[in-house]
């Protein structure tokens, strides 16, 4: 019984991530990416790691895919164009990818008869995992938070802007695009010194805001 | 759980930097808005300030801490001086930089802090999970410091190139991490150690790709060579102060984590992974100098010569062995002193919008601001490694380590990339002391706190160039506690 859902899952978390990767639509590919954390999930139901299973489940096919599908609707994310395709990347892909697998194919077919597909041997309750957490990896544990806080702290600083230092009004070094935006204190003679003679940009899009605050 | 006393003293550095990064953000919050940028700058040089004093009291308490994820040893200990040392220069000099360009916001002392915690936890830690996080929380402040001056186009492109090549850089040494984990069972870098020694053939190669696999993630944080193409445009983008930053503290603690991983949980093995290193060094000392060579862009030039400095402090890495470790820690010491004077001179040139970071606006000023230039001709001096500075010891250690074992190509590719370096270096001075003025450069603010950083810094190289020897005999203790002898 356990070999069959094993590949049944398994089987399903491998046609999720190709359909991930070959959808043109951001959205479907999203909702291709929920079908592998799913199919993932109930592998490691099967592992015996309820406790890991569940949280797969809550963060990543809840919080997390939420949150990539909100920003897809809301960006409003057309369909993808097809890349250019390089003739080297298909001279070299292909064959590489050919190789990888015989060479996968290979090694399982090798080992296939050693294996034995098990299941529920070690299960692991959730009491365990809080004594790790708090005992053995305290450290790790606390760091993590520490980590999560600059984060956080990171995001808030680069997002929240306020008028006067919307992105890109200013380039370094170079000519400013409009003398008068910039609260440049001497003549503008030796502020439009174009440093090392590099061509001043001008082909950079303007952000939305920054219309705003010359009207 | 019971946790020991003498483990919060073991991570009291630690413990000091969070919470002083905390007060900053809540004083972001609540003071009026007048006042609190200098509030929080001043309570981020007092944290600093104390983090560094605890240093000692840490020292007092050497041992492990959290189940052994945690060592202070010598080299830890050297390792965290200086980092916090490093950020208090940053401090010093981001203080008067932040008021020049008028960016003055608290966020940015919380996150130098929450990095220098990070990179404080990489030093001491003994478990590659704590150094991920440590690696991690360091990275991470480091991308969002990048583009602190979000009105330059410029800073934000700096930030979305390190974002996302460093992520990358980030799922190669995770992944190296994986596979140490499948050949050895262990994530604590000395029982990889011993397990890696009971069980002797079979996981060679397992152990040489996981090797490689982590080798790309740190040698992409240290900007060597071939993982060093993001360094330049990230240097460049980022405000002077975070360039500066970048460009010491985070270095070498990837160097500490560096040498942990190397020595002690793959020191069996050195004889697969050397031939990486070496590559990589000749590669850094080749790729950087060259490419500064045609620079006049301070911020760019640095950025290239920083790849170089990577390259030296690779050979001594090469040169396996207590030697080798020394002088690697050694001239770390003299890199982050050197490497930061000439930053802080140059963020205190550079002026409201940076507007003054080419060459070419140094011609003349010599005479003119006798304080900056002459900081910046001796970090100058040192980079090359003229005798009396750190600079030079720096580098005669290294090639010294790199001739004791026999790696006389290694040797002299690194001296003739010193002399083709002075060429860059020199022409800085030249610049200063020889070319008359064509650019008007307005009279820098005047900021206590940016001399007292160039002036430190300069002292700082004279004093390693002139009296090392507390400071190597330190250095070549730990550098055996490390090996374990």
Redesign the interface.
Same mark, same amino acid.
């Given at each position: 019984m356990y070999p069959v859902l094993f590949f049944i899952f398994a089987g399903l978390a491998v046609a999720g991530a190709i359909s991930l990767l070959v959808q043109r639509q951001p959205i479907y590919s999203a909702l291709s990416l929920v079908a592998v954390m799913g199919a993932l999930a109930a592998l490691y139901l099967l592992l015996g790691a309820e406790f890991v299973a569940a949280i797969q489940i809550i963060v990543y096919a809840g919080a997390i895919m939420v949150l990539f599908v909100f920003v897809i609707m809301l960006l409003n994310a057309q369909p993808a164009e097809a890349p250019g395709r390089s003739r080297v990347a298909r001279a070299l892909g292909y064959p590489l990818l050919g190789i990888l697998i015989a060479e996968l194919g290979g090694m399982v077919a090798a080992h296939f008869q050693n294996v034995k597909l098990t299941s529920g041997e070690y299960v692991v309750h959730v009491a365990q995992i809080g004594d790790a957490l708090?005992?053995?990896?305290?450290?790790?544990f606390e760091?993590?938070s520490?980590?999560f806080?600059?984060?956080i702290?990171?995001?808030?600083?680069?997002a929240a802007?306020t008028e006067?230092?919307?992105?890109?009004?200013?380039?370094?070094?170079e000519a400013?695009p409009e003398p008068n935006l910039?609260?440049?204190?001497?003549t503008e003679g030796?502020?439009t010194?174009n440093?090392?003679g590099q061509p001043v940009?001008t082909d950079?899009p303007a952000h939305p805001s920054s219309e705003e605050v010359r009207s | 759980?019971h946790?020991p006393a003498d483990y919060y003293l073991r991570?009291l550095p630690e413990l000091v930097l969070?919470a002083t990064a905390?007060l900053i953000?809540l004083i972001e919050g609540g003071a009026r808005l007048g006042s609190r940028a200098a509030l929080s700058g001043t309570v981020a040089l007092i944290g600093t300030a104390a983090a560094l004093a605890s240093v000692a009291v840490q020292s007092a308490h050497r041992g492990e801490?959290?189940?052994g994820?945690?060592r202070v040893d010598g080299f830890s200990l050297f390792f965290h001086g200086l980092i916090i040392a490093a950020t208090l220069i940053v401090l010093l000099l981001s203080i008067g930089y932040l008021r020049a360009q008028?960016l003055q916001?608290g966020?940015f002392y @919380? *996150?130098l802090l =929450?990095?220098t915690?990070?990179m404080c936890?990489m030093a001491g830690s003994v478990?590659l999970?704590?150094v991920f996080?440590?690696l991690?929380?360091s990275s991470?402040?480091s991308? @969002? *410091?990048c583009? =602190?001056?979000?009105?330059?186009?410029?800073?934000?492109e700096a930030?979305l190139k390190y974002l996302l090549l460093g992520s990358f850089a980030t799922a190669f040494f995770l992944y190296g991490i994986a596979l140490t984990y499948g050949a050895s069972g262990s994530t604590n870098l000395y029982v990889i150690a011993r397990s890696l020694s009971d069980v002797l053939a079979g996981h060679g190669s397992l152990i040489l790709v996981a090797a490689a696999l982590m080798f790309v993630g740190l040698a992409f944080k240290v900007s060597a060579a071939p993982f060093q193409v993001w360094t330049p445009d990230v240097y460049?983008?980022a405000p002077v102060a975070v360039t500066a930053f970048m460009s010491a503290g985070p270095k070498a603690a990837t160097f500490a984590v560096f040498l942990r991983i190397f020595y002690v949980a793959l020191g069996r093995y050195s004889h697969t992974w050397f031939w990486m290193i070496w590559v990589a060094a000749i590669l850094s000392m080749c790729l950087g100098n060259l490419g500064a060579l045609r620079q006049?862009?301070m911020k760019r030039m640095l950025a290239y010569s920083s790849i170089a400095h990577a390259g030296y402090v690779l050979v001594a890495f090469a040169a396996l062995g207590e030697h080798g470790i020394s002088a690697a820690m050694f001239y770390l010491a003299c890199y982050v002193a050197m490497n930061l004077g000439a930053f802080a001179v140059i963020s205190n040139l550079a002026q409201?919008?940076?507007?003054f970071?080419?060459l070419?606006?140094y011609a003349g000023l010599g005479f003119r601001f006798p304080l900056q230039s002459v900081c910046l001709t001796i970090c100058m001096l040192s980079l090359i490694g003229i005798p009396l500075t750190g600079g030079f010891l720096g580098k005669l250690f290294i090639f010294k380590a790199a001739f004791q074992n026999h790696l006389v190509g290694l040797a002299i590719v690194g001296l003739l990339n010193s002399a083709l370096a002075a060429y860059y270096y020199l022409r800085v001075i030249a610049f200063l002391y020889m070319r008359p003025a064509t650019?008007?450069v307005?009279q820098p603010q005047r900021s206590l706190s940016m001399n007292v950083a160039m002036v430190a810094c300069a002292v700082g190289v004279l004093w390693l160039g002139i009296a090392p020897n507390s400071l190597l005999n330190f250095v070549v203790h730990s550098a055996g506690a490390l090996t374990g002898r």
């Open positions: 708090f005992r053995s990896y305290l450290l790790p760091a993590t520490i980590l806080l600059a984060g702290l990171g995001a808030v600083l680069l802007h006067d230092e919307a992105p890109g009004k200013l380039y370094i070094g400013p910039i609260p440049y204190d001497s030796s502020t010194y440093g090392a940009r950079l | 759980m946790v991570i969070t905390v953000m801490a959290f189940s994820m945690f008028r916001r966020e @919380a *996150l =929450f990095a915690v990070g936890l478990e999970i704590m996080i440590g991690e929380i991470i402040c991308y @969002a *410091l583009g =602190f001056w979000r009105a330059s186009a410029r800073s934000s930030a460049e983008g006049t862009n409201q919008n940076e507007r970071i080419d070419h606006d650019v008007e307005s």
